[in-house]
């Protein structure tokens, strides 16, 4: 097959078809971070509007450009639109697109779950922004504070669009991490070991992981707080047991690793582009790995920071406050490691290098001042006023939007096969660099002076004007600067002349393949020996076309990739990716009405959808997969592999587990939550606690133990080929998660107290409700698992579906024993 003809063939399998249909079944995943990218950018542009009207407000002293009502909802969307709906959702969109580029792969691990992600950040963003549309925008800070957000201060639904619109976004945030996990660590070219990789697949791992971790806190809290709400469990009113700090304990744990979240991904664009423009290697490739391990980890010891100034005991204050500094030093060895691979090389002045100089003044400054406010002392003078909106600025402009836009300007010719002249994008990199010190750098004055964040106006007498009109000022500039950035980005795609491959002459292999790039990203797959394979074999792009790597001759219409080692990249096993399919979209529909259900206040409607989304998930399961054992199969250069349904460390059974890394995280801040209020809120221990209920709890033990065995001796039947015994076992299986289920409904009607009537029974209900919850994904993926050996889709080779069971049974037996300590040892030790 000659290189034309199989880049026919292929694109064939690999494409979508044209027009809005191509767009609603399209799962590839080039299509799916463009849209990414593109949507974060036009939300970018709404939450700067936004900020366009907050500056124009405090332009000058009691101005009546808006009232107070429109500013809450505008400095709340402000913020709400620029974390999860820009940031975020801009380096998924990268990470999707670029990283099976880099990789050497064809597409990320899981297409239809990118596609699902998609359509969940399409519609959550909506129903955020038409809130805005409607009047009813949240209003309580980007932060939602209690008790400000809680039913009696905020009545209407502007707070419920907030708790129940995020939380439909961050399914595509938690979906976006796993897919970037499992596909860094087994979707690579062959041979390309970890210390081999990129530095922006170690970037985007990383944030991935941390991302698998952080982000259950803020799901956990939305879905405790719209509860609170709707039903009037008060986890967070201290006048039955609740207290308001655990919603900012539970929000901060998000919070402040998402600020590393936020920088991680654009300090691996710098780490990418900077020594290419520098014309050498990355200096300190295994020291800046380490500090990226060491930032990753000490992220999640920093959250209280943000709480110096609520009555944190002394020792704790000096932890945290030491803590919060010691972060510096990893970010240090990142930045030292920048400048001395521009001092190893001949950096060259063009115009993505230019947004890197003024990353790493602005940096800087934002990094210095976030010193500062790690110092308690100084953070109990400057806590909520401007001086943090500075610093916060300094911090996630500079270390993510300059970063970003050098990648753009760097990208942009593999987007679009085009390049142009710079005068353009030089223009708008000094309006940008120009407008954001002039606006930012005045807020830490008017900080200083005492200015309040989320204040609508100041009495003349303040002495704040002409700093606040200053900083308006700036603030239009700096949007004129993003105006001719996305002009000039229009011009590029239209006006610009065609270039050639690899415009850089960079060594990374997203440069091996045409641009712009086909459906199916490269015509067969490289070995790779050096981190830098284009720089080691100029003409490996040429062998690569002529199909002379791995996967090279297209096989009954299969999407196919290679799946390698984690560690060592040696070849592991060939994985059969799904085709188009209109699945994500529908999917993402149901979980929609799911969540507009709850927003209309339709409790008992809601089930609906839910029972639609576990139907889809069974379908979504189903629909790929053989009844016949394939073996091994010729990828090219005389070698075989197996299937992935024939193989041990298939990408879903790694997608599984750090779904349940990520559900253990939402556990685990469950029973801090429930510590945090039996330690430290009031009226605890109640004087009405559980009662009874020991022999339920039993029951449901002694059933979640056997759900948990039969499942282990189904697969363990299924591997040896004893299909019959494996049917019984999978049948026992779902017979013993139903009487989980059952026993623990009767735990809850006859022994728990009313939810309502204090957070210790709220609290009790909610771990209640989480092991109910998992007992019934335990019974649908044992019973799955049933119907699946019935059909013929189990051998001892195909093993997949029982064990994805069975980390499901396991896991689901651990938090019910986990759960039924909690529940009962306080009520046993009474």
Known sequence: MNALRRHRVLNAIWGAPTGWRGTVVSVNHSDIGKRFVIAAFVFFAIGGVLAMMIRAQLATPGSAFVGPDIYNQLFTMHGSIMMFLFAIPMFEGLALYMLPKMLGSRDMAFPRLSAYGWWCYLFGGTILIASMVFGVAPDGGWFMYTPLSSKAYTPGINADVWLLGITFVEISAISAAIEIAVSVLKLRAPGMRLDRMPLFAWYLLITALMMIVAFPPLILGSILLEVERAFDWPFFDPTRGGSPLLWQHLFWLFGHPE?????????????????????????????????????????????VHHMFTTGIPHMALGFFSAASALVALPTAVQVFAWIGTLWNGRPELKLPMLYLLGFFVIF????????????????????DTHFVVAHLHYVLIGGFIFPMLAGAYYWLPHFTGRTRDDLLGKASFWLIFIGFNVTFFMMHLTGLLGMRRRVHTYPEEAGWTLLNLVSSVGSFVMAFGFALFAIDVALHLYYARRRRRNPWTAGTLEWAMPIPTPAY??????????????TQSPALATALARGEGYLGEPRDGWRET???????????????????????????????????????????????????????????????????????????????????????????????????????????????????????????????RIEGGLAAALVAAAAGLAGCLFTRRCLADGANGL?????????????????????????????????????????????????????????????????????????????????????????????????LVCLLAPAVAA
Request: hydrophobic share 55%; proline share 7%; glycine share 10%.
């Open 259 to 303: 600020v590393y979240i936020i920088f991680l991904p654009a300090a691996g664009v710098i780490s990418t582009v900077l020594p290419v423009l520098a014309r050498t290697r990355i200096l300190g490739y295994g020291w800046i790995v380490a500090a990226l391990l060491s930032l990753a980890f000490l992220s999640f010891g920093l959250w």
């Open 364 to 383: 800087v400054i934002g990094g210095m001042t976030g010193v500062m406010l790690a110092m308690v002392p100084f953070d109990l003078q400057a806590h």
């Open 521 to 534: 990203n490269i015509a067969s797959l490289p070995t790779v020996t050096d981190r830098e394979p284009m």
């Open 562 to 688: 290679m799946a390698v080692e984690t560690t060592t990249g040696a070849i592991d096993h060939i994985v059969v990716l799904p085709g188009n399919t209109r699945l994500p979209i529908v999917t993402a529909a149901v979980t929609g009405c799911f969540f507009l259900c709850l927003l209309a206040g339709h409790y008992w409607l809601s089930l609906l959808p839910v029972a639609g989304v576990v139907a889809l998930g069974l379908r979504w399961a189903w629909v790929l997969d053989w009844r016949q054992d394939l073996g091994p199969l010729p990828i090219g250069r005389g070698e075989v592999a197996p299937i992935h349904r024939e193989a041990g460390g298939a990408p879903g059974w790694w997608g599984s587990a750090f779904l349940l890394v990520a559900d253990g995280t939402a556990l685990a801040s469950l029973l801090f939550g429930y510590a945090f209020l039996w330690v430290i809120a009031p009226n605890w221990p109640p004087p009405e």
């Open 723 to 819: 299909s019959a015994p494996a049917s019984r076992m999978a049948l026992s299986a779902t017979a013993a998660q139903l009487v989980t289920i059952l026993a623990l409904v009767t735990l809850g009607i006859t022994a728990l107290p009313a939810p309502q009537e204090h957070a210790y029974a709220a609290g009790s209900w909610a771990l209640l409700a989480y092991a109910l919850l998992h007992a019934a994904i335990a019974l649908l993926c044992a019973g799955f698992g049933r119907i699946r050996i019935t059909a013929g889709h189990v051998s001892p080779r195909r093993t997949l579906d029982l064990r994805v069971a069975r980390l499901f049974g396991d896991y689901s037996a651990a938090t019910l024993a986990i759960v």
